[in-house]
């Protein structure tokens, strides 16, 4: 096999491999964007329900303390 037909080979298999490459990342995006998303509104969640069960602690904790005086 001459050297540049081994050159051509070379880069034709890395085409194709890029190729292959960018079809999978092509056919994975949306599936990573929505498992994101999920995420995103998983941690929106959490964090009201976070922020709501404080100021439910510091609002009893008030009304307790504001009784005592």
Known sequence: MSTQTQSNN???MYKQNV??????????TPQYF???????????????KTINASVSVQQEFAKKNWNCF
């Open 10 to 12: 070379v880069y034709s």
């Open 19 to 28: 190729q292959k490459y960018f079809e999978n990342i092509s056919k994975i």
């Open 34 to 48: 929505q498992a994101m998303t999920q995420l995103q509104e998983e941690c929106m969640k959490t964090c009201e």
